[in-house]
Every structure is written in C-alpha cells, then in structure tokens.
C-alpha cells in the first residue's frame, strides 16, 4: 500500500522506514521533531543553527572568561571550580541545543568535522562567525558589568611557564578534546547523547591538571574574544596556533582508528541529528 504523506517524514522517509531503522521509540521522538532539525540540509532555516552555535557559545565564553573575572575581583572562586565550570556548561549546552546545531561551540571543532567529511564546508563560514560573535557578545557583557577585571579573562601562560610550553599543552589538550568528540560521533562508539558526559568531562580534566600553563583553552574563541573585546592581541597566537594543531593531529588519529569519516552517525552528530 502506498505510505500517504501524512506518514511520510519530509526528509523522505516513511513513518514505517524510521520504525524499522530506529526503533519505535527513537523514530517517535524524530516525528515529533519540527521539519527543520530533521532536516539538517534545508539552508531555509540555517538561522536557527546558527543561533544555536553564537548563544550557546556566549554561555560558554561566559562561564569560562567569567569565572576568571570573578575570581579577580573577589578571590573566591578559585581554579577547581574555574575549570570545572565550562565542562559542566558544554554537558548542558550539548543536551539542550544540541539536536539543533550539533553544538560544536569551538571553530576547531567545526573545521575537524568539516576534514572529516562529517560536515559541509560551505557551513564552515557561518558557524565560525556565530561563534565569534557569542564570544564577543559575553565578553562585551562582562566588561559593561565588571570592566577589564581579571583582563576579562584573557588566556595567557601561567607563572613560571613559556609561550613555548602554553603552545604545546594546548596543542596536546585540544588533541584529546577533539578526539574525544570524533570518537564520540563516530558509528562504531556513538552514544548519543551521553556524548556531552565524555566531553563535559574532559574538558574538566584537561583543565585540572593543565590550566596552571596555559589556562587549558582548547578554543581560539574562548581566548580571542577577551582580547579583542580589550583591544591588545600580543601574547594570542599559541592560543589559535595550538588549537588548530592539535585539531588537525586529531583529525590524523581519527583516521588511523576509523578510516576517513563521512559515516552516516557521524554526520548526524556533526550537523545535531542524533538527539
């Protein structure tokens, strides 16, 4: 009998097909999905993402530069909570806007997912200037309520340590940061959702025993944002040069585990379909 189209979703698939392929409850929860996040390649409402990408990375610029802020003016805040704080705010942003944009929240992600073939490249520009504008917009709201305190935040090598040496830890925590997502994504480890535990969780790790060098950034618009918003850009360039590093050895990794990528999971993550 022919599937009318009342039972067919608008990506092509039957309600029957969606059954078979996932499950009754998981292709209950997709039919219940509005026509644009089923939809990931409609550019009609590619607004939507990008919103996703620029709030959520506000939230995340703003915990993250913030709790350095505060930690300035009051003293009370200090380096556990710091730097457990953003993990805890990326968990929650993956689970709450994460169907919608795939929250990538960091340009070395997008463009990881991009040289895996996990998402298009003509998408690149957009998300990465959503992120930027987030970024600013926090750090434009932490300078209207506390000034410059704490530099607004600005990432630069603790006491005691080198440009070199903020360099290469970044490089090699955003290796394990981008790792962790491609491995979370891909077809043969996907887990959904509880992929924003295994990322939150690094990201809190990482910065428990690497924060003291460099700040444990792992995301050039964390770093960049606080630095424009203040207008003094010396000291920057191990914060974008090591994330771009460290992403693109990820991106190696992820090939000597798991082949070139494009795997159908991994693009669902990558462009927020998993949920």
Known sequence: MPTSAHDR????????ALRARHGAHIAELMERQPVWGRQFTDLSHEWRRLFAESFGTLLLVL?????????????????????????????????????????HLNPVVTVAFALRRDFQWRRV????AAQLVGGVLACLFLRALFGTTGQLGATRPGPGFTTTQALLIEAVLTLGLVSTILGTASTAQNVGPLA???????IVLAGLWASPVSGASMNPVRSLAPDLVRGDLRGLWPYLLGPLIGSLLAVAVAF??????GDPEAVKAAQGREA
């Open 256 to 261: 000597v585990l798991r082949g070139p990528g």
């Open 196 to 202: 924003a535990l295994g990322v939150g969780g690094y």
């Open 125 to 128: 520009p957009g998300y990465l």
């Open 63 to 103: 915990v993250g530069a913030g709790g350095a802020v505060l930690d300035a003016k009051t003293g009370s805040i200090g380096r556990v909570a710091a730097v457990t704080a953003p993990g805890l705010l990326v968990m929650a942003v993956i689970l709450g806007m994460g169907a919608v944009s795939g929250a």
């Open 9 to 16: 979703d608008p990506s092509g698939d039957s309600a029957a």
